[in-house]
C-alpha cells in the first residue's frame, strides 16, 4: 500500500491533537467536582453560592500542567468541550438595535408631521416586510412628503458638517445606515463588554450578518430578569474627575494592610491542597506602607516581592493588580470596615481592559471623585453631539469629538479645574480611558490622545457616541432551557448514541466477519475525531449535534459497506484476496468522494444559512463526513492491509456464512416499473400537499413567532383539561400538549405576538402561571429541582418575534434553494451530462414533499410533528442522504457506460442499480437502525427530526432506484436514439 506511512502519521498527530483537546475537558470536569465537594454539606445539600465561591477562587490560577505548561482555570474552561443550552441549561438571547431612535436622533427630535408618520408607517411595515428601516422609511417619506427633501429634517445644528441644506437625500440616507451600523458595533462592544462582566463560563456573542441583530447564548445561567435587564439596560456615559493617589493619605495604606492581611481569609479552605501555598506576608504591609510614604513612584523602587496573591503595584496615576485577584479585591473592598476607612467623596472603578506587563495582565483601579450614593457625574454623556476616529499631529490614532453648547460650558469648567489632573470616560461604571487634561477646553471641539491603535480610536469614538443617539436593543427573540430539561436531554442523547452504536456494531459483524470489526474501528475513530476537532475548534456540543453524531454513526458505514462489496464482488470473480482488497478500495474511491462531496455542501450550506440548532447540527454534520472520509478510506486500508499482509492465507474475511452471497447476482428488472414508481409517488404526495393545504401542518414558533413554555408538574395532568382552562386566558390562542412525559406539557400561545416589550412577556408568563394554579390548584415554583407534591415549575421557554420567524423561513428557503443549486453544478461537473444533474433534483424535490406531506399525513391521522429550524435541518439531511444513494448508483452507470459503450442503455442502468443494490440496503439498514433509536430515545425535541429522517432515508433510498435513475433514462432516450440510427463513423 502506497503513502502507509503519510496515514499512519496523520492518525497519529490526529489522535495527539484529539487526546490534547479533550484532556481539557476532563480537567474542567475533575474541578468542577471538587467545587462541588467543597459546597456539600454532610447532609449532602450544595450551596451554589459556595461552589462559585470556589470556582472564582481559582478562575485564574493554574489547575492543569500538560508537559510543563501550566493553564488556569479560565483556559481550561475556553479551551474544553463545551456543552450547548440544551445539554446544560441556560439561555440564548437574539437582541435587534432599533433603528428608530438614531433617525429621530438625528432629526434632532423633529416634530414634522410627515417625518413622524413616515417614522411610524415604517414601524408597522417593519413588522412584516422583510427589508431595512432605514428603506421603509425612506419610502414612506416619499409619500408622506412629496417632494420634499431630507435636509429639511436633518440638516440641524448638531449635524452642521455633516448635513446642509445642499445635501442629496442620497447622501443623508448614507449617513443615517453608516449611524445605523456604528449604533450596532457599539451596541455590541457594548454588550460584549457586559457578558464579559456577567461571570458567565464560555458565553457567546456574534453578530448575525446583514441584519441589525446580535446573538448571545450564555450557558448556564438560570435568572432570566437578571440577563433582560443586564442586556437591555441603557448604557451610561459618564465623565468623572479621578483622584490621584497620593491624596488617599492613610487612608490608601490602611485599604491596601487590609488586601494584603485578609488574602488569606478569602481563598475558600478547601483550595490547599490545589493552590501554592501562599509566602508570608506578615511584614509586607509595613514595609509597603513605609516605602509609599516615603514616596516610591514605581515597581522597582518599592523593592519588594509581591507575588503572594494580590500584586500591588503602585503606577504613575493610581493602582494597579493583577487580574486574577480583582474579584477578591472587590469583595474586600464592600466590607463596611473597609469602606469606613476610605473618604466619603470616593468611589472605585476598574479599566474596562487589562494591559500586558512582563507576562501578567495588570487591571488599574480608578478612584473617582463622587460622592457615596450620588450617580451624577460633573458631565453626562447626552451632551456629546458627534465623536470619530481621527489622527493627531503626530499622526498617530486619536478620537475627536463634539459637544452640544450646554456640554461646552461645563466641559471647559471642568477642564479648567483639572489641569494637569485626569478625567475617567466612563461607560457602564468601567473606565474606557482617563486622558490626562492638558489645558482648558474653551470651547466643545476636544481631541483625545493616547497610545492607540486606529482600532482601538475607533471603539472609542463609538463609546462616546453612546450618548448623543441612543439605540435601544429589544430583544426580539428568547430561548431558557432549565438545567433539568438539559440534563434530561444530555441523557436521551447519550442514551441515543450508545444504543445505536451497540446496534450498529452488532449488525457489520454480524454480516462483515472481520471486515465489520475493521469498519467499527473507523467508526470509532471517527467519534472520536468528531469531539476532538470539536474541543480544537471552541464549538459546543448541543442535542442536534448529538444527532449530528448519532446519524454519522449510519451513514459513515456507508463508505466501508461500498469497499467491502467491492472487495466481495472482487473475490466473486476469481480475484485474489489481495488484489480484491486493491480493487475494492480504488474502485469505490470515486462513489465515496462524490457521496461525501455532495452531502458536505449540504452541510455548509446549513451553516452559512442556519441559525442556532441547525448551525451547531451542521457543523458536526460536515466534522463527521470529513474525519468519516479519513478514517472509513485511509485509517481502515491500513488495518486491512496489515491484517492481510500473509496474502491468500490471511484469516481476514468479508462476510459471514449466510451473508456471504446475499444480495448479489441479481437481476431485478426495476426500470420497467417506473411508470408504476411515478403514479404511487404522485398519489402520496398530492393527498399529502391536499392534507396540508386543507388541515395544516403545524409550524412551531420557530416559523409563526409566538412563545412557548414547558410546564413540569409533580404529577400527570391532562393537557386537554389544562387548554380548556387557558383558553380563557388566551382568547384561544393558546395550545397544550405532552412533552416527552405526561407531567411535562409544553404551552403555546400567540397572544400578544407582535408586542416585542419584557412587560408583554411578564403577562403572558403570569397569565400561564395563574390559568394553571386555576385549572389544578398546584403552585408555583421557581426551582423544578425543589419539586414538591401539589407544585409545577417553567423548565423552559422561547420566545420568538413575527420579524425574527419571517427570516428564519427565509433562510430556510434560501438554504433548500442554494444546496439543491450546489449538488445540480456538482454532478454535472462529475458526469458531464445535464440529464444525471436534472434528474438529481428531481429526485430530490420529491423526497422533500415526500417528506412534507408524510408530515400532513401523519398530522391528519393524530401524529403531530412540528415544522421549525430543526425540521429544516432534517430536511437537508435527507436532502444530502438521498444524493449520497443516488451517486452510488450513477457511479456504476458511468462505470459501466466507460466499459460497455452506450447500447442497451436500460439494460445497463439496470444492472447498475442490481450492483449496488446490496451496499444501499445495508447502508439504508444501519442508518434506519440509529434513526429509529433516535425516535424512540432522542427525546421530544428532537421528535419531529428523527421522525423526517425515517421517511427521508427510505423515501431516499426508494427514489435512487425508483425516480433518480428512471429520469434520467426517460432523459437520455431521445440523445441516444438519434445516436444509433446515425450512421457508423469511418475508422481510419
Known amino acids: 500500500m502506497k503513502n502507509k506511512g503519510i496515514i499512519v502519521f496523520l492518525t497519529v498527530v490526529i489522535t495527539g491533537l484529539c487526546l490534547y483537546y479533550l484532556s481539557f475537558t476532563l480537567v474542567s470536569n475533575s474541578v468542577q467536582k471538587k467545587a462541588t465537594t467543597y459546597a456539600t454539606d454532610e447532609s449532602g445539600n450544595i450551596d451554589f453560592d459556595k461552589r462559585q465561591t470556589y470556582l472564582d477562587s481559582v478562575w485564574r490560577e493554574p489547575v492543569y500542567n500538560f508537559l510543563g505548561i501550566p493553564f ?11 456543552l450547548g443550552l440544551d445539554l446544560q441549561g441556560g439561555m440564548h438571547v437574539t437582541l435587534e438595535v432599533s433603528p428608530i431612535e438614531i433617525v429621530k436622533g438625528l432629526s434632532g427630535g423633529s416634530k414634522d408631521e410627515a417625518f413622524n408618520q413616515a417614522i411610524a ?3 408597522e411595515q417593519s413588522r412584516t416586510v422583510n427589508e431595512s428601516f432605514v428603506s421603509l422609511f425612506y419610502q414612506a417619506w416619499q409619500q408622506e412628503a412629496g417632494d420634499r427633501q431630507l435636509n429639511t429634517i436633518f440638516a440641524t445644528a448638531a449635524n452642521r458638517g455633516r448635513i446642509s441644506l445642499e445635501s442629496s437625500d442620497t447622501d443623508i440616507l448614507n449617513i443615517i445606515e453608516d449611524e445605523v451600523e456604528n449604533a450596532i458595533d457599539r451596541s455590541f462592544n457594548i454588550l460584549r463588554t457586559r457578558i464579559d462582566r456577567f461571570g458567565t463560563s464560555q458565553p457567546n456573542i456574534q453578530r448575525i450578518q446583514n441584519t441589525g441583530r446580535i446573538q448571545i447564548e450564555l450557558p448556564g445561567v438560570d435568572n432570566a430578569e437578571r440577563v433582560r435587564n443586564l442586556l437591555q439596560g441603557v448604557a451610561k456615559l459618564q465623565f468623572w474627575e479621578v483622584a490621584e493617589i497620593n491624596e488617599f493619605g492613610d487612608a490608601l495604606q490602611q485599604v491596601n494592610a487590609f488586601l494584603v492581611e485578609e488574602a488569606k481569609t478569602e481563598q475558600p479552605q478547601a483550595n490547599a491542597d490545589d493552590l501554592e501555598t501562599l509566602s508570608d506576608t506578615t511584614d509586607l504591609e509595613s514595609d509597603l506602607a513605609r516605602q509609599l510614604a516615603e514616596g516610591a513612584t514605581d515597581q522597582d523602587s518599592l523593592g519588594l516581592d509581591v507575588s503572594p496573591i494580590f500584586s500591588l503595584l503602585k503606577a504613575n496615576y493610581g493602582l494597579v493588580y493583577e487580574l486574577r485577584d480583582t474579584i477578591a479585591i472587590n469583595r474586600i473592598l464592600k466590607r463596611d470596615d473597609v469602606q469606613s476607612l476610605l473618604p ?15 507576562g501578567m495582565e495588570l487591571l488599574e483601579l480608578h478612584a473617582i471623585k463622587a460622592p457615596r450614593g450620588t450617580e451624577q457625574a460633573p458631565l453626562e454623556g447626552d451632551v456629546i453631539t458627534d465623536a470619530r476616529q481621527s489622527l493627531d499631529q503626530t499622526s498617530r490614532p486619536a478620537v475627536s469629538m463634539q459637544m452640544n453648547a450646554e456640554g461646552a460650558r461645563n466641559w471647559r469648567r471642568l477642564t479648567a479645574e483639572n489641569i494637569g489632573r485626569r478625567i475617567a470616560v466612563v461607560l457602564d461604571n468601567y473606565v474606557y480611558t482617563a486622558p490626562t487634561v492638558q489645558g482648558e477646553i474653551p470651547s466643545g471641539q476636544s481631541e483625545i490622545t493616547g497610545n492607540f491603535t486606529m482600532e482601538e480610536a475607533k471603539d472609542l469614538a463609538n463609546i462616546l457616541k453612546s450618548g448623543t443617539l441612543p439605540a435601544p436593543t429589544n430583544i426580539v427573540e428568547e430561548a431558557i432551557v432549565g438545567p433539568t430539561l438539559g440534563i434530561e436531554a444530555r441523557n436521551q442523547g447519550i442514551n441515543s448514541m450508545i444504543a445505536g452504536l451497540v446496534l450498529v456494531v452488532l449488525f457489520m459483524v454480524a454480516y462483515y466477519s472481520k471486515g465489520g470489526f475493521v469498519a467499527i474501528a473507523a467508526l470509532l475513530f471517527n467519534i472520536f475525531f468528531i469531539l476532538g476537532i470539536l474541543a480544537q475548534l471552541g464549538a459546543a456540543l448541543t442535542l442536534p449535534g448529538i444527532a449530528g453524531i448519532v446519524l454519522t454513526i449510519g451513514m459513515s458505514i456507508d463508505a466501508n459497506v461500498l469497499i467491502f462489496e467491492r472487495i466481495k464482488e472482487e473475490l466473486r470473480n476469481g480475484a485474489g484476496i489481495l488484489q480484491a482488497i486493491s480493487s475494492g478500495y480504488d474502485k469505490a474511491f470515486s462513489a465515496i468522494l462524490d457521496s461525501n462531496v455532495t452531502t458536505f455542501l449540504t452541510g455548509a450550506i446549513l451553516y452559512a444559512l442556519g441559525q442556532g440548532p441547525v448551525k451547531g447540527f451542521a457543523i458536526v454534520l460536515m466534522i463527521g463526513i470529513a474525519s468519516s472520509f479519513f478514517s472509513a478510506v485511509f485509517i481502515t486500508r491500513v488495518i486491512v492491509h496489515w491484517m492481510s499482509k500473509k496474502g491468500d492465507k490471511s484469516s481476514i474475511s468479508f462476510a459471514t456464512p449466510f451473508a456471504g452471497n446475499l444480495l448479489s447476482d441479481l437481476s431485478v428488472d426495476f426500470l420497467s416499473k417506473r411508470k408504476v414508481a411515478y403514479l404511487i409517488s404522485s398519489s402520496i404526495i398530492v393527498v399529502g400537499m391536499i392534507l396540508a393545504l386543507t388541515t395544516g401542518l403545524k409550524f412551531g414558533v420557530d416559523f409563526t413567532g409566538g412563545r412557548y ?43 400578544l405576538v407582535n408586542d416585542e416589550t419584557e412587560e408583554a412577556t411578564r403577562e403572558v408568563e403570569a397569565k400561564i402561571r395563574e390559568g394553571i394554579a386555576t385549572v389544578t390548584g398546584f403552585s408555583f415554583i421557581e426551582d423544578a429541582t425543589q419539586m414538591q407534591e401539589g407544585a409545577f415549575a417553567i423548565t423552559g421557554s422561547n420566545k420568538v418575534l413575527p420579524t425574527v420567524a419571517d427570516d428564519i423561513k427565509n433562510s430556510s428557503m434560501e438554504a433548500m434553494f442554494f444546496s439543491l443549486v450546489a449538488i ?47 425540521f429544516i435541518a432534517a430536511v437537508l439531511t435527507v436532502i444530502g442522504y438521498s444524493i449520497n444513494d443516488t451517486v452510488i448508483v450513477f457511479d456504476r452507470i458511468r ?14 442502468f439496470n444492472d447498475a442499480i442490481n450492483q449496488t443494490l446490496a451496499r444501499t440496503i445495508i447502508t439504508s439498514a444501519t442508518t434506519l437502525i440509529v434513526v429509529l433509536v433516535l425516535l424512540i430515545f432522542g427525546g421530544e425535541v428532537l421528535r419531529g427530526f428523527s421522525f423526517a429522517l425515517l421517511i427521508g432515508v427510505l423515501v431516499g433510498t426508494y427514489s435512487s432506484i425508483y425516480i433518480a435513475t428512471p429520469v434520467v433514462v426517460d432523459l437520455m432516450k431521445r440523445e441516444l436514439a438519434s445516436e444509433a440510427s446515425a450512421p457508423p463513423k469511418k475508422v481510419a
Open 709 to 751: 413554555y414547558i410546564m413540569e408538574f409533580n404529577e400527570p395532568v391532562p393537557a386537554s383539561e389544562l387548554k380548556v382552562g387557558l383558553d380563557s386566558q388566551f382568547d384561544g390562542a393558546v395550545e397544550v400538549k405532552t412533552y416527552g412525559a405526561n407531567n411535562v406539557l409544553k404551552v403555546t400561545t400567540s397572544y
Open 121 to 123: 408607517t415604517a414601524v
Open 344 to 358: 466619603r467623596d470616593i468611589r472605585f472603578m476598574w479599566s474596562v481592559k487589562p494591559q500586558v506587563q512582563d
Open 895 to 908: 462505470e459501466n457506460i466507460s466499459n460497455r459503450g452506450t447500447g442497451k442503455l436500460v439494460q445497463m
Open 72 to 82: 488556569t482555570y479560565q483556559e481550561v474552561k475556553n479551551t474544553e468541550l463545551g
Open 824 to 870: 445540480f453544478l456538482y454532478i454535472l461537473l462529475r458526469f458531464r451530462k445535464w440529464q444525471f444533474s436534472l434528474a438529481s433534483i428531481i429526485a430530490l424535490i420529491h423526497d422533500t414533499f415526500f417528506v412534507i406531506a408524510a408530515f400532513a399525513i401523519a398530522s391528519a391521522l393524530g401524529a403531530t410533528f412540528e415544522i421549525d429550524q430543526v
